[in-house]
């Protein structure tokens, strides 16, 4: 399967199962789509993520759980530090 063919096919499921949230229409980007900060939790426990020194992340909403967790994360690692 190609790319774009793989991206056609996401967006077919994503209509299907009406997922799918705002912004619309979904096509010809990262849709955005219910439980994206579920996904965001199981990507933050993938080794390659715990591993990262650096991260690139796009600004879609779908992204949004995903970009704030590092920024969380180090704000949570401040906190105990302080509290030591």
Avoid: H, Y
Avoid at 30 to 48: D, G, K, Q, V
Wanted: proline content about 8%.
């Amino acid at each position: 399967m190609t790319k774009d063919g793989l991206r056609a096919r996401i967006w077919t499921v994503l209509r299907a199962r009406r997922v799918a949230r705002f912004p619309f229409p979904i096509e010809d980007r990262i849709p955005n789509f219910s439980r994206a900060e579920r996904a965001a939790a199981r990507a933050a426990e993938l080794p390659e993520w715990k591993a990262a020194r650096r991260l690139k992340m796009n600004p879609d909403a779908a992204q949004r759980p995903l970009r704030a967790m590092p920024v969380l994360a180090r704000l949570r690692e401040r906190r105990e530090r302080r509290r030591r």
